[in-house]
């Protein structure tokens, strides 16, 4: 947390470096191979699929998270954009926006109940994906 403009540009260049270049090259590298699946497998055998985590700040920016929050946004961008240009090749692209901090003592927002949310994304049938999914407490 930092006090409004207090984030130096470098500061802002590394959060986007390690949240936005780092999934482009993880994609990169994933979309030929998630692609090759999909044309040579079973519908019910195979569900090639890039799943990421993110939180609400592209939705509801925080001041003195504006690093996190502008790469968050940035984020989401590159997810929905990977996701419009490979649902149609067969490939589950999804975000997981997690609405808080995860604790065990959540009811919702705990490791547990998250990670079966994101398996059941995972496990949707092909032609069944829906890019966005939020998991908020209570929800």
């Known amino acids: 947390m930092a006090p409004f403009f207090e984030d130096t ?45 993110n939180s609400l700040l592209p939705q509801y920016p925080i001041p003195a998270l504006f690093s996190l929050s502008l790469t968050k946004a940035a984020q989401r961008n590159l997810v929905q954009s990977l996701g419009m240009e490979y649902a149609g090749k067969g490939i589950n692209v999804a975000l997981v926006s997690i609405g808080g901090r995860v604790d065990e003592a959540m009811n919702t927002l705990n490791p ?28």
Do not use: C, H
């Not at 998630?34 to 569900?47: F, K, N, T, V």
């Open 112 to 139: 547990k109940t998250i990670a079966e949310r994101i398996w059941a994304i995972y496990r949707r049938q092909r032609g069944d994906f829906r890019w966005d999914t939020e998991i908020m407490e209570g929800i």
């Open 9 to 53: 540009t470098d500061e802002i260049a590394y959060d986007f470096a390690i949240t936005n270049l780092a999934l482009y090259e993880v994609a990169k590298w994933a979309m030929p191979k998630l692609i090759s699946l999909a044309e040579s497998a079973d519908d019910q055998e195979a569900r090639p699929s890039l799943i990421v985590t």
